[in-house]
């Protein structure tokens, strides 16, 4: 019943953009903070943005001033607008939710920033 389902993924070419979406049920989304983590390829589990449910966002300095994290109450779901992506943006994309001890995991969306 709980469940994150991303979407918005796929091939970009260098300075492109894309706009990552996760739609959230079975949970009261509104007091959950919303954010994503990524992973390339040999690499560990990068946090890379999050938003609390009083809007408040923080990122990874490797995306900052690239990337944008918002949230739509109304329809339960988080963005992440990347622009100017890079190739070392490559990885797989998880959404999550969390409040307090609970968190709730996407399954992944691939992003490929390549020429």
């Known amino acids: 019943q709980v469940q994150l389902v991303e979407s918005g993924g796929g091939l970009v070419q260098p300075g492109g953009s894309l706009r990552l979406s996760c739609e959230a049920s079975?949970?009261?989304?509104?007091?959950?903070?919303m954010g994503w983590y990524r992973q390339a390829p040999g690499k560990q589990r990068e946090k890379v943005t999050a938003?609390?449910?009083?809007?408040?966002?923080n990122y990874a300095d490797s995306v900052k001033d690239r990337f944008t994290i918002s949230r739509d109450n109304a329809k339960n779901t988080v963005y992440l607008q990347m622009n100017n992506l890079k190739p070392e943006d490559t990885a797989v994309y998880y959404c999550?939710?969390?409040?307090?001890?609970?968190?709730?995991w996407g399954q992944g969306t691939q992003v490929t920033v390549s020429s």
């Open positions: 999550y939710a969390r409040f307090n001890s609970v968190s709730v």
């Open positions: 079975g949970i009261i989304f509104s007091i959950y903070t």
């Open positions: 938003i609390t449910s009083g809007d408040n966002t």
